[in-house]
């Protein structure tokens, strides 16, 4: 039985990939932070299945210590402050998690266990303003905020460990990736929250920032596989994840809104406190690569994605 050592389980990627290991037979052992109180929303349902152990991505000590007991074969680093505007308040403790996070986790894996397999959380956000659309894993990087610097970080040194000491490192470009387990800050969460409360009489507007930028988004749950995929190669590659469509956050809006049956331009307030000091306008993966080498491809559509939250918002807050 393999075991993969999962950073970030709590969150919406790691609950998707632990249950995905599970099925495939792993031990799964999540990494969490030690706080006065649990939030374990995301994998209640999985507890009495995963090992759950204390580390913090801030503390060299105690992620070497982790991965020297547990010796895992995999590593999935996903934990990050992952929330861009955030970055813009916080953008030292971003660089903290998001950047030096990383550093310390392939320090622990070239001490404690070097052939474990690595899998770092890259982001679109690096392409930032781009420079050739559509972005593959030559196009350069720009990024426009310090959560994108800080990915940057993390992706480069990830290569540096790798070209260093030899370790199988690898990192997942990925591009916007939702589902119902989404924090309600995301703007596609925010959006089918907002929906789900103006049907159920509970809101009846809904304030977003820039509705023209443009993203490719897919569902969480098929990036997973890719994430995967990745670490079960001969050689370690990085990949551009993405479905290699883009849709505005106007189409989002409508989509959402259609689904219950309402007009979006009736409730949707264009709000500037939305709007990022530096705006990413267009991300747009070039999925080619994992297509012909990990044989990956999403298998969610972008209306199916939509409604699939929407619904559950609808369910959560007591419509159907």
């Known amino acids: 039985m393999p075991t993969a050592l999962i950073t970030g389980i709590t969150g919406q990627d790691g609950s998707y990939l632990a249950e995905f290991l599970l099925a495939k037979g792993y031990e799964v052992v999540g990494v969490v932070r030690r706080t006065s109180h649990h939030s374990y929303e995301r994998i209640d349902h999985l507890i009495p299945r995963v090992r759950i152990e204390a580390a913090d991505l801030l503390?060299?000590?105690s992620l070497t210590t982790v991965v020297r007991e547990v010796q895992?074969?995999?590593?999935y680093n996903l934990a990050a402050q992952s929330f861009v505007p955030t970055s813009f308040t916080q953008p030292v403790l971003t660089g903290?998690?998001?950047?030096?996070g990383v550093t310390r986790i392939l320090e622990a894996i070239r001490l404690a266990c070097p052939t474990a397999r690595f899998y770092q959380a890259s982001s679109s956000e690096m392409f930032g303003k781009v420079r050739e659309t559509p972005q593959d894993e030559d196009t350069?990087?720009?990024p426009r905020s310090p959560y994108g610097v800080a990915k940057l970080y993390g992706h480069w040194i990830t290569v540096n460990y790798r070209e260093s000491y030899g370790l199988y490192a690898v990192s997942g470009i990925l591009f916007n990736h939702e589902s119902p387990r989404r924090g309600i800050e995301f703007v596609t969460r925010k959006v089918s929250d907002g929906v789900a409360r103006i049907k159920l009489?509970?809101?009846?507007?809904?304030?977003?920032?820039n509705l023209a930028a443009q993203r490719d988004w897919g569902y969480a749950g098929d990036y997973v596989d890719a994430m995967w995929r990745m670490l079960q190669r001969d050689e370690p590659t990085d990949y551009v994840i993405g479905t290699g469509e883009t849709h505005r956050v106007e189409d989002l809006v409508r989509i959402a809104f259609e689904r219950v049956g309402l007009d979006w331009r009736e409730h949707v307030v264009q709000d500037p406190?939305?709007?990022r000091p530096a705006e990413v306008d267009l991300l747009l993966a070039d999925p080619s690569r994992a297509k012909a080498e990990l044989g990956w491809t999403p298998a969610t559509s972008f209306e199916q994605l939509v409604h699939m939250m929407v619904d559950a918002d609808l369910e959560r807050l007591g419509g159907r």
Do not use: K, M, S, Y
């Not at 903290?96 to 030096?100: G, Q, S, V």
């Not at 009489?201 to 977003?208: H, K, Q, W």
């Open 273 to 275: 406190r939305f709007h």
């Open 72 to 75: 895992p074969d995999e590593v």
């Open 140 to 142: 350069p990087f720009h």
């Open 96 to 100: 903290e998690f998001t950047a030096l």
């Open 201 to 209: 009489g509970l809101a009846t507007e809904l304030r977003l920032g």
């Open 59 to 61: 503390d060299q000590h």
